[in-house]
């Protein structure tokens, strides 16, 4: 299946490739973090005063314990103050936590957004050979992952880490100070065992979490392609076996997660052992100086607050630093994307497309889409400025591949192409892609109007010159029949249009592009004998003063062609105008003698 094949093809990841990839998100935060930078500013004295608050809650408790514990054997005083100020507080570090996840919230929803945008605008600028491989579910959970883990590493390098490490550091000194150091060595000690523990844990772990990511990305991939092939998994009554290979993907994710949340019981449970013996060694240390008066009352209390209160936000530790290594691998799968060059780019002084008259020529092209398998050889023609040129051939011959190399989708391996004496390779894209308009051989349609879809040739275009688009692509009677008109929304790919209904609309937004080089490449095939000869009377009205490249199969369509060339097995096998190709008594001929006999026949 194809989600199986391209699963093995994926790159194995590199052994560490955290150590890069945070030094690469870094690089790429530290920008954000600087547009941001009064903001970011803010929220961290948020966090220090929330963080201040935590820490003097433990010691407000103690002296009320304490005033309390005196007060039983003199005059029972409610310590007011002392309350009021612990209430306080505790509102303040809650307050303050939520006004820096507040304040910080934009930074990081703003860095998303860029980061979402980079992303599809690099995977705009990737070639179509890679689109043609890519695995679109897998793609988007990628980036989904990627920019949620973005935001994850963003917020908790800031704002858990480094407070947590302060709060230890600040917990060991106040314990120094008020009893003796050894209470802080056990603290920073049992500190450092769980730090160490959780580490070598997660490291273990991390395996578990990739597999169940990847186990997730083919998952949705094969459901995204099963989906996209609906109509096809009806036609040959394909459920059970679509529902069971997906169940087969299914399986694997749910044995990946299976091993994942096994390991992580293993993580957790080792973490509780080491906080309990070190609250238990502490209290107990704490119990023996009550007992022998060396502490007060309170002061119990107050170690047990912050030991509660310290291992708390370590246990969170725990969690960010699985979430931070897991948010990192899940960067570097985003990032590997990212990361991919583009192969076809502007060259590096690329000048835009100087437009004469509009003349192409190739000139002993060689072309292959895997090496091994030529797909056009030596191939050379001219089209003529503001002539009609037209390519038959056998399917497979290459015609299409035409087409796409005018476009720069791919590398030719030899040869030249060039409009009006230009390179195509020497030019911008975009000034080559805007002077050519083509009508596909399969048009797919974005899944919104009709208007839209045609509109999308030119979006600049105005209401006028998308009408009179309308009308030469034969699409009124059609618009008008429609119990919404133009609005009537084409369904996911075009699907709910028929498939002659799409090639006009496919005309009329080549029409609407307005641009010097036409290319049709079966743009007629669909329709009926009426309406094409009614559409291609209006191409010829279109074409008129433009070059055109009309490829196709019937060939009583391109008769009147300036020129006609006959391609063999990606070779020139034979050009010239129709009668002249007819008394040449050739492959053409032979070809259309064949197409007579069948018009006859039927
Ligand atoms: N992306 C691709 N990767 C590998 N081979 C490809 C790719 N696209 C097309 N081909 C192969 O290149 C050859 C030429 O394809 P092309 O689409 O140009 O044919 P065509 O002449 O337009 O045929 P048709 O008349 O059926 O549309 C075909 O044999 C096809 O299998
Ligand atoms: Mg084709």
């Known amino acids: 299946m194809r989600g199986m094949r391209s699963a093995a093809k994926q790159p194995e990841p590199a052994k560490r490739p955290e150590a890069t990839s945070l030094k690469q998100t870094v690089a790429m935060l530290w920008p954000y973090l600087w547009q941001f930078k009064y903001r970011v500013l803010l929220a961290l004295l948020a966090l220090v005063a929330a963080k201040a608050a935590t820490l003097l809650m433990p010691l407000a408790l103690k002296y009320i314990v304490d005033a309390l514990d005196q007060g039983r054997h003199n005059l029972l005083v409610v310590p007011v103050a002392m309350l009021l100020l612990y209430g306080g507080l505790r509102f303040a570090s809650v307050f303050f936590g939520e006004v820096r996840d507040a304040l910080f919230g934009r930074v990081t929803e703003h860095a998303m957004r860029k980061l979402g945008l ?91 979490t990739r597999e169940a990511n990847q186990a997730d990305n083919t998952t949705n991939s094969r459901a995204v392609d099963s989906l996209l092939n609906y109509e096809t998994v009806k036609y040959f009554n394909n459920e059970q076996y679509e529902a069971k290979t997906y169940d087969s993907f299914l399986a694997r994710w ?253 005309i009329a937004r080549a029409i609407l592009k307005k641009s010097p080089i036409l290319v049709f490449d079966e743009a007629t095939s669909a329709l009926d004998s009426t309406s094409e000869q009614a559409i291609l009377q209006a191409m010829r009205e279109v074409a008129r003063n433009h070059t055109s490249v009309v490829i196709a199969h019937r060939l009583s369509t391109i008769t009147d062609a300036d020129n006609i060339i006959v391609l063999k097995h990606g070779r020139l096998a034979e050009q010239g105008s129709h009668s002249e190709l007819l008394a040449a008594n050739g492959e053409y001929a032979r070809m259309w003698q064949l197409q007579q006999k069948q018009q006859t026949d039927r």
């Open 118 to 208: 980079r992303v599809f605008q690099h995977l705009h600028s990737l070639e179509l050979a890679f689109h043609l491989d890519r695995q679109t579910g897998g793609i988007s959970r990628d980036i989904e992952r990627g920019t949620n883990g973005l935001s994850f590493l963003m917020r908790f390098l800031m704002f858990n880490i480094a407070p947590t490490l302060f709060e230890i550091l600040a917990v060991a000194l106040i314990f120094a100070t008020l009893f003796s150091p050894f209470y802080s060595v056990v603290t920073v000690l049992a500190v450092a065992v769980y730090i160490f523990f959780t580490v070598v844990i997660t490291e273990w772990r991390n395996k578990y």
């Open 254 to 506: 749910e044995q990946a997660r299976l091993k994942n949340r096994l390991s992580l019981l293993a993580l957790n449970s080792g973490q509780a052992l080491i906080i309990a013996a070190a609250i238990t060694a502490l209290m107990w240390l704490a119990a023996d100086e009550v007992v022998s008066q060396k502490l007060t009352l309170g002061d119990l209390v107050m170690v047990n607050a912050y030991m509660i209160q310290l291992f708390l936000p370590l246990n969170f530790l725990g969690f960010v630093y699985r979430e931070i290594r897991r948010a990192l691998t899940d960067l570097e799968n985003m990032l590997g994307l990212l990361k991919r060059k583009a192969d076809i780019t502007d060259a590096e002084n690329a000048s835009p497309l100087q437009l004469a008259s509009g003349e192409i020529h190739f000139q002993q092209v060689d072309f292959a889409y895997q090496c091994g398998r030529p797909i056009l050889q030596q191939l050379s023609f001219t089209v003529p400025p503001g002539s009609k040129v037209a390519i038959v051939g056998a399917s497979g011959a290459g015609k299409s591949t035409i087409a796409r190399l005018l476009y720069r989708f791919y590398r030719i391996t030899g040869g030249r192409i060039s409009i009006d004496g230009q390179d195509i390779s020497t030019v911008t894209l975009d000034s080559l892609r805007r002077a050519i308009a083509i009508v596909p051989q399969d048009t797919v349609l974005f899944n919104s109007s009709i208007r839209d879809n045609i509109h999308y040739g030119r979006p600049d275009a105005s209401e006028q010159e998308v009408e009179q688009a309308i009308d030469l692509a034969h699409l009124r009677g059609f618009i008008n029949s429609l119990p919404y008109g133009d609005a009537t929304l084409v369904g996911e790919r075009g699907l709910k249009v028929s498939g002659g209904e799409k090639q006009r609309i496919a």
